[in-house]
């Protein structure tokens, strides 16, 4: 079943930023969606072309520290506003738009305790490879077995 035969028959048992999306979808041309995918064979022609020359790609998980839970997500950073949930993201999906495997390590704390994330990434195809660097990373860094934050009492 498509999303949208999916949103017009079980609309009020989804999210409100699911239905977005899928709004959002539904309001993309043809030629829209051939640009978009045009876009992203050239941003993994890029990345294939940059870890010839590179083992791993060394980012942070996101772009600011975590933020209350009651925040459904960052709505401003750095003076720039988002628009939506997704924009804050962009570090994060941009990698998944070009082929890349990635994954999030704990690699320490701010200064009040929060854990803050590092994203290893790896050339296409190169999940093993990511996965090996992040075991290396995790042995240096030490914080293998900590726990950032008080499990929340269930009520």
């Known amino acids: 079943m498509r999303y949208g035969e999916l949103m017009k028959k079980h609309r009020d048992k989804m999210k409100d930023t699911v239905i977005w999306n899928i709004e959002e979808g539904l309001k993309l041309t043809v030629e829209q969606l051939a640009r978009a995918e045009a876009q992203r064979v050239g941003m993994t022609a890029r990345a294939v072309e940059f870890f010839q020359?590179?083992?791993?790609?060394?980012?942070?998980?996101?772009?600011?520290?975590?933020?209350?839970?009651?925040?459904?997500?960052?709505?401003?950073?750095?003076?720039?506003?988002?628009?939506?949930?997704?924009?804050?993201?962009?570090?994060?999906?941009?990698?998944?738009?070009?082929?890349?495997?990635?994954?999030?390590?704990?690699?320490?704390?701010?200064?009040?305790?929060?854990?803050?994330?590092?994203?290893?990434?790896?050339?296409?195809r190169a999940d093993a490879q990511v996965i090996a660097g992040a075991k290396v990373l995790e042995d240096i860094l030490g914080v293998r077995g900590t726990t950032p934050i008080d499990p929340r009492v269930k009520k």
């Open 53 to 124: 020359n590179y083992d791993l790609l060394l980012v942070p998980t996101t772009i600011v520290p975590p933020f209350p839970i009651e925040n459904r997500y960052v709505a401003e950073c750095d003076g720039k506003r988002f628009e939506n949930y997704i924009e804050w993201l962009g570090i994060v999906y941009a990698i998944t738009l070009a082929c890349c495997p990635a994954l999030s390590l704990p690699c320490g704390f701010t200064a009040s305790g929060l854990p803050v994330g590092l994203q290893v990434v790896g050339a296409p």
